[in-house]
């Protein structure tokens, strides 16, 4: 009797084992396929960044909590251009060029977001305008190597505007909007001085 209760409780504790691990692995799986589906969510397809959805949640943040920060608005020149005479795969590419540019610039100052098929919004937290506009310059270097080293049909031009966030009494929605007005002047600006 006493071996059968041994062998018996032995076989309830393996059982017992395998169930939990199983248990485990289910939860764990589980948890990668909601982090892959936040991620998914939330990460535009084409060009890895955060895309419209993740923005809108930065604003209600923003809304909520008041920081000090920069919007900046940033918008690919041409773009339509070249998907029409060269294709959307010469599209994507310039899009693709844009967003690690901008991403890359941004670095450690801003967290951008793709919100349209040619338009990006950097927001940055915990730095001056020297440090936008010393991203900015980067930027601008960036694109001058990537056209230099891509040599695309039509260089690539990322228009820019800016605009803080600076006090309790300002609004979101102005600040973006002054960030829009802005980057819309300079890409006047840039296709006046690019004839094309």
Same mark, same amino acid.
């Given at each position: 009797?006493?071996? *059968?209760? =041994?062998?018996?409780?032995?076989?309830?504790?393996?059982?017992?084992?395998?169930?939990?691990?199983? /248990?485990?692995?289910?939860?764990? &799986? /589980?948890?990668?396929?909601?982090?892959?589906?936040?991620?998914?969510?939330?990460?535009?397809?084409?060009?890895?960044?955060?895309?419209?959805?993740? *923005?809108?949640?930065?604003?209600?943040?923003?809304?909520?909590?008041?920081?000090?920060?920069?919007? $900046?608005?940033?918008?690919?020149?041409?773009?339509?251009? #070249?998907?029409? &005479? %060269?294709? +959307? !795969?010469?599209?994507?590419? +310039?899009?693709?060029?844009?967003? =690690?540019?901008?991403?890359?610039? *941004?670095?450690?100052?801003?967290?951008? %977001?793709?919100?349209?098929?040619?338009?990006?919004?950097?927001?940055?937290?915990?730095?001056? /305008? !020297?440090? $936008? &506009?010393?991203?900015?310059?980067?930027?601008?270097? !960036? &694109?001058?190597?990537?056209?230099?080293?891509?040599? @695309? @049909?039509?260089?690539?031009?990322?228009? %820019?505007?800016?605009?803080?966030?600076?006090?309790?009494?300002? #609004?979101?929605?102005?600040?973006?909007?002054? !960030?829009?007005?802005?980057? %819309?002047?300079?890409?006047?600006?840039?296709?006046? +001085?690019?004839?094309?």
């Amino acid at each position: 009797a006493s071996f *059968f209760t =041994r062998v018996g409780v032995l076989t309830f504790i393996l059982l017992m084992g395998l169930h939990l691990m199983k /248990e485990r692995t289910r939860i764990a &799986v /589980e948890r990668g396929q909601a982090a892959l589906m936040k991620k998914m969510a939330y990460t535009d397809g084409l060009t890895e960044l955060a895309n419209r959805a993740a *923005f809108h949640l930065k604003e209600d943040e923003i809304r909520r909590k008041r920081p000090d920060c920069t919007i $900046i608005q940033l918008d690919i020149n041409f773009l339509k251009k #070249v998907n029409d &005479v %060269y294709g +959307h !795969a010469e599209g994507d590419r +310039h899009i693709i060029g844009a967003a =690690r540019i901008i991403r890359d610039s *941004f670095d450690g100052i801003g967290i951008c %977001y793709r919100t349209g098929g040619d338009e990006f919004i950097v927001v940055a937290q915990g730095c001056g /305008e !020297a440090d $936008i &506009v010393k991203a900015l310059e980067n930027m601008e270097n !960036a &694109v001058s190597a990537y056209n230099d080293a891509e040599d @695309p @049909p039509v260089p690539l031009q990322i228009a %820019y505007g800016y605009a803080s966030l600076s006090n309790q009494s300002d #609004v979101l929605e102005e600040t973006e909007k002054l !960030a829009d007005q802005r980057m %819309y002047e300079k890409k006047k600006l840039m296709k006046a +001085h690019s004839g094309q």
